[in-house]
């Protein structure tokens, strides 16, 4: 009996990755299409995620508000589209890449250059811009920010706040107070008054600034650490120099009290709101307007000494 020989034909692999294609398109919405040959349809897809991306980033600056809603509408709209890309990309590789040619605009220079050219080098640039004009961050390395920043924050604050108008006493500033070193502190006065402090608490022309005790002192997610133990030592009060009151603490024993400052119009009289870890290490008194880098709007991150996260200080809204 004769044996027959059974033969399988393979068919020759597709020259198109699924799984390249997938990767060029989480790089940038379109390259994985450019890559299967699809360069109309890549670059549709490119410019509208750059346009609502471009859209989302500038409604941001803005408002400056606290991004959380905004993050998750687009990460979901962005888990959407990757998904469609990604069903698209596999009907094209698996349907027609057996007959697919390559072309000369398969090649991984042109995918870089598309890259750095349309998706990452505008977003970077345009993030450079944005520091250097908009929004800044600085970074709470001590605690005379105390309850309202913690040491290990790191705020972001808007340059734009004051160049309509000055700071007014009560408001928060972010101050070049050296070469090199930003500091979030407490406007108390502005130019044309005396400043004077009387058992750590400041008098602006002879009239203490209206103050209350406060008897339950709490911090976002402050924890177990020093701070905590500081937190236990100190006593709270809420000051009112305007419509808006804030928080400041005092240590048991005040320092002795600072000589009478009288502010020269343009100068600004600043100070943070742990009064005695302030005035303890001198940091505080006039500053010339043109100091004053920006106003801070919320805590961007945030570390502990120790370097763990506080992640529920994240985007707290700094006022």
């Keep these: 009996m004769q044996r027959v020989h059974r033969f399988r034909i393979s068919h020759p692999p597709a020259p198109r990755s699924f799984l390249l294609a997938l990767f060029l398109t989480l790089l940038m919405p379109g390259l994985g299409h450019v890559y299967c040959g699809e360069l109309g349809r890549g670059l549709r897809y490119w410019a509208g995620c750059f ?5 989302a980033f500038a409604s941001w600056l803005y408002w400056l508000y606290v991004p959380w809603l905004t993050l998750g509408v687009l990460l979901l709209g962005w888990s959407f589209l990757v998904g469609i890309l990604a069903a698209d990309l596999w009907r094209i590789v698996h349907d027609d890449g057996r007959r697919y040619v390559l072309r000369q605009s398969n090649h991984g220079v042109v995918y870089l250059s598309l890259f750095l050219g349309l998706w990452g080098g505008p977003l970077l ?3 450079h811009i944005v520091r250097r004009v908009r929004i800044g961050l600085v970074s709470i390395e001590d605690r005379e920010m105390f309850p309202k920043l913690l040491e290990g924050d790191r705020v972001l604050y808007d340059r734009t706040a004051y160049r309509e108008r000055p700071p007014v006493a009560g408001e928060l500033v972010v101050v070049r107070w050296s070469p090199g070193v930003l500091r979030v502190a407490r406007v108390i006065a502005t ?62 024993v005040p320092p002795s009290d600072p000589p009478p ?14 009064r005695a870890e302030v005035l303890e290490g001198a940091r505080f008194g006039r500053m010339p307007a043109d100091a004053v880098l920006g106003r801070p709007r919320f805590v961007f991150a945030s570390h502990t000494p120790d370097g763990d996260l506080r992640d529920g200080r994240i985007g707290w809204p700094v006022r």
């Design 51 to 55: 346009a609502v991306v471009f859209l």
């Design 125 to 127: 640039l345009g993030q």
């Design 191 to 252: 130019g044309g008054h005396t400043v004077t402090l009387q058992g750590g608490h400041p008098t602006v022309d002879g009239q203490p600034v209206p103050w209350a005790p406060v008897d339950d002192l709490r911090v976002p997610a402050l924890g177990d650490g020093p701070e905590a133990l500081e937190l236990a030592s100190l006593v709270a009060y809420a000051e009112v120099p305007g419509e808006d009151a804030y928080v400041v603490t005092y240590g048991a």
């Design 261 to 274: 400052v009288v502010l020269a119009p343009g100068e600004l009289f600043v100070m943070g709101d742990n």
